[in-house]
């Protein structure tokens, strides 16, 4: 059996060590509970009017356009909202943008604000 020596050995090392993970697979990935808000910051704003607020569920109907990231086209549709605080100034027919991800596998409103006149 032939073991690699000197500079064919490092080479190897080299060489695996560029096509090894540096990291197990989703070591980098922010935990499942961390904060939508900051989730939102990255996420595109989208444009929509709000339909309906239910405070008491925490949920907010808009009519939206398309939302890039989520791959999902305009249309209307009730969220639940990360931060129900968010929707206190809020009432049906305001324009606005929002963000919107997947949080704990639920399409969620991470971001809302009136849409400047």
Same mark, same amino acid.
């Given at each position: 059996?032939?073991?690699?020596r /000197?500079?064919a050995?490092?080479?190897l090392?080299?060489?695996?060590g560029?096509?090894?993970p540096?990291?197990p697979?989703?070591?980098?990935?922010?935990?499942?509970?961390?904060?939508?808000?900051?989730?939102?910051?990255s996420a595109?704003?989208v444009?929509?009017?709000? #339909?309906?607020?239910?405070r008491?569920?925490g #949920?907010?109907?808009?009519q939206?356009? #398309?939302?890039?990231?989520?791959?999902?086209?305009?249309?209307?549709?009730?969220f639940?909202?990360a931060?129900p605080?968010a929707l206190?100034?809020l009432?049906? /027919?305001d324009?606005v #943008?929002f963000s919107?991800?997947?949080?704990?596998?639920?399409?969620?409103?991470?971001?809302v604000?009136?849409a400047?006149k």
């Amino acid at each position: 059996m032939t073991f690699l020596r /000197g500079p064919a050995f490092a080479a190897l090392v080299i060489l695996c060590g560029l096509h090894a993970p540096a990291q197990p697979a989703g070591a980098g990935a922010p935990p499942a509970s961390a904060s939508a808000a900051a989730a939102g910051a990255s996420a595109p704003l989208v444009e929509g009017t709000v #339909r309906k607020i239910d405070r008491k569920t925490g #949920r907010l109907t808009l009519q939206h356009g #398309r939302i890039p990231n989520l791959d999902m086209p305009g249309m209307t549709m009730a969220f639940p909202v990360a931060d129900p605080k968010a929707l206190g100034a809020l009432k049906a /027919g305001d324009e606005v #943008r929002f963000s919107a991800e997947r949080v704990n596998g639920a399409v969620t409103v991470t971001r809302v604000e009136k849409a400047a006149k």
